[in-house]
């Protein structure tokens, strides 16, 4: 271990940091971007009044006063001990310290983690591995509350760091390790870690540290100490209810799941004894593997997993996971690092629906990422054949634009090869979840809003197409007709999408990619629209005698409208998104369905989703107006960013390791199914 620390630490990148150039100015990008956010998170909490902050603290004002007598504390007493004094002070500059020491301590982590990366690393991963590290931290859940006061779980992560990467010696760095399990108790799994890798002063000196540090504070905190300890076993059930969500252990997970008493806690040691063994199995491996850095997320992860209180400030150790490599494949690599900085940056409800069956993976999504990164993820050893060189992406090269007056400016090459599912599955769900909370935020001021709906009347009014009000009549007086369209417009919005991206996914790979692409542009640009222009469609107009046929009678003194308001804004009627998805499946089927019956039918969709958003009173004529306009523009991005969706096949030469060939992903067969051409003149991107 002694050996990976020198070979993955300060030395091993002294030849590539400092560059210059575009990796230059993307790295004082990068800090200004983890400076601003840092800024933001001191205003957060600088916003909070002195004297409440400081309560925050949960500590007794004097000295003799006990640490656990209200509950709230969390900390062990030597931590007690040394924040204790620091209630004294006045609360301003106290606040203003704490959180500039706190994010200059994880200022301090990205450094020191991104010198530890495994060599060899590459110039432009050395260089921007501690900024982009950084900012991720400053935005995750685990820094925001660490920011509180009292939270000193960023102190033991840096403590370790420098141990393991920066200070020279064992004892002194079994003294930080010391400390750090002195605050955190189940960050004594280091100690394990370090005797089986061959660094055992380290280790003796780090039990030692905690033990002379444990015996500190139980010779001035008696009482205190007893309560922390023997009372509520190393502080289980100490700062709220061990089974609220704060808690991300198993403990805590077990009890949420309804288990309690002596079969929880019989299950509960066979657990923890089970992950300790397994993940500091792993650790040793890689630590042995030279991917220190990830030997030290993987403990971390373990510590706070099996501890009876898990606390989601103490949660860093999954960030620094992300140093481990996962996939043969390249286009699999971002797989691993986007789901955990998705989970540790994100509301476990953005991740998510708010389904019962769901709710104890969302309940534990931070626990599972740790158990996950200490377990379960097969990272990649360093003397894999992929750990330099991952099977590579095939990418296709555009064919030549079919206006020769549009500019074409490939922003993004196009890839042949079929995406990773549960990146994809985990993109559209975070998608759509902010596009559903942005959509909620949109301005929701009534007044405005049937201004803008008198405004749209009128304009349909001298073009002669304000057929809503005959059109929604004419189908409430025909009752199979109403029982349609209100089926219709409940039923196919998600569900014709979804089909088709699951086909293309399945089938076309490369077109999949194109569609939803243009889906999602359009999309952002439907959210603009609502934001600019809150529109209240024809039922919430009064006074106008539109019959709202699908959510029955609305109360139209009633600003809040009844219960849809709750589940979605109601002003966000342009562009009519109803219709425009209709449109992009109408057009994605006309142009990639390989039979007519099925060209027939997708070209119906749209059409009969117009006559039922009419019909039933969500939306005027002109909201299926702006819905084909984003569409459009959608589609018109896509070609003006990528090119043409036919593509020329483009295929690196495939390499074999161990005899074996390694795929292409559906290439060839992409050629095939599209029919791609090689024009004269064909740009490549």
Not at 343 to 356: G, Q, Y
Request: net charge positive; hydrophobic share 50%.
């Amino acid at each position: 271990m002694a050996n990976a620390a020198e070979h993955s630490g300060a030395n091993g990148h002294a030849g590539v940091i400092g560059g210059s150039g575009r990796l230059g100015a993307a790295r004082l990008l990068l800090w200004a971007l983890a400076g601003a956010l840092a800024v933001r998170q001191a205003a957060v909490v600088l916003s909070v009044p002195p004297g409440q902050w400081l309560s925050g603290f949960h500590l007794p004002g004097s000295l003799p006063g006990s640490l656990y007598d209200a509950g709230q504390f969390t900390g062990t007493p030597f931590a007690g001990l040394v924040l204790k004094p620091l209630v004294g002070l006045a609360a301003p500059s106290l606040e203003v310290a704490w959180i500039s020491l706190t994010l200059l301590f994880v200022a301090a982590i990205g450094l020191v983690a991104a010198r530890g990366l495994p060599d060899p690393v590459p110039r432009r991963t050395a260089l921007l591995a501690a900024p982009v590290l950084t900012a991720l931290m400053m935005v995750s859940l685990p820094v925001r509350e660490a920011s509180s006061p009292g939270q000193t779980a960023v102190l033991p992560v840096l403590l370790v760091l420098l141990a393991v990467f920066r200070v020279p010696g064992g004892r002194q760095a079994g003294f930080l390790i010391g400390l750090a399990a002195a605050l955190q108790p189940a960050l004594l799994l280091f100690v394990p870690l370090l005797w089986l890798t061959g660094r055992r002063p380290t280790a003796g000196a780090a039990a030692a540290s905690f033990a002379g540090a444990t015996a500190l504070s139980w010779a001035a905190m008696p009482r205190d100490s007893w309560t922390y300890w023997i009372h509520h076993l190393a502080g289980t059930g100490l700062g709220g209810a061990p089974d609220s969500l704060a808690n991300q252990s198993v403990h805590g997970a077990l009890l949420r799941l309804g288990l309690t008493g002596p079969v929880e806690i019989l299950l509960y040691l066979a657990l923890a004894a089970g992950i300790a063994f397994i993940g500091l199995r792993r650790a040793v491996r890689y630590a042995r593997d030279g991917q220190l850095l990830l030997a030290v997320a993987i403990t971390g992860c373990v510590a706070v997993a099996v501890s009876p209180t898990g606390w989601r400030h103490q949660l860093l150790w999954v960030l620094l996971a992300v140093a481990g490599k996962v996939g043969r494949r390249a286009a699999d690599r971002p797989v691993w690092p986007v789901a955990v900085v998705l989970a540790m940056t994100l509301p476990s409800a953005v991740l998510l629906p708010n389904l019962a069956a769901l709710a104890p993976v969302r309940d534990n999504v931070l626990l599972l990422a740790a158990l996950a990164a200490a377990c379960a993820v097969p990272f990649l050893p360093r003397s894999s054949p992929y750990w330099r060189e991952p099977v590579p992406t095939a990418y296709g090269e555009p064919a030549a634009a079919r206006w020769q007056r549009v500019p074409l400016l490939p922003f993004w090459r196009r890839v042949l090869s079929r995406p990773n599912l549960l990146l994809e599955l985990l993109l559209i769900r975070v998608g759509y979840s902010l596009y559903s909370h942005i959509r909620a935020a949109a301005p929701t001021s009534r007044d405005l809003a049937e201004g803008n709906g008198n405004q749209i009347l009128g304009i349909e009014r001298a073009l002669g197409i304000d057929i809503e009000h005959a059109v929604n009549h004419a189908v409430v007086n025909t009752p199979w007709l109403e029982a349609f369209f209100n089926f219709y417009y409940t039923s196919f919005h998600f569900v014709v999408p979804l089909t088709i991206l699951a086909v293309l996914y399945w089938r076309r790979p490369g077109d999949y990619r194109w569609a939803r692409a243009s889906l999602g542009l359009a999309t952002v640009l439907a959210l603009i629209g609502f934001w600019l222009y809150p529109l209240a469609p024809p039922r919430l107009m009064p006074g106008l005698g539109y019959i709202d046929t699908v959510h029955g009678p609305q109360d139209l003194a009633n600003p809040s409208y009844g219960a849809m308001t709750a589940i979605s804004n109601q002003y966000a009627a342009m562009p009519s998104l109803h219709f425009g998805w209709s449109l992009w499946c109408g057009i994605v089927i006309v142009v990639l369905a390989p039979k007519g019956w099925q060209k027939l039918l997708g070209a119906l969709h749209p059409l009969i989703t117009v006559c039922a958003i009419v019909a039933t009173a969500n939306h005027w004529v002109l909201d299926a107006v702006g819905g084909a306009v984003v569409v459009s523009a959608g589609f018109g991005l896509v070609y003006v960013l990528s090119g043409p969706r036919r593509l020329r096949a483009h295929l690196p030469a495939q390499r074999t390791t161990n005899g074996e060939e390694q795929e292409q992903e559906q290439g060839q067969e992409q050629g095939q199914e599209q029919e791609l051409r090689t024009p004269a003149g064909a740009r490549t991107s």
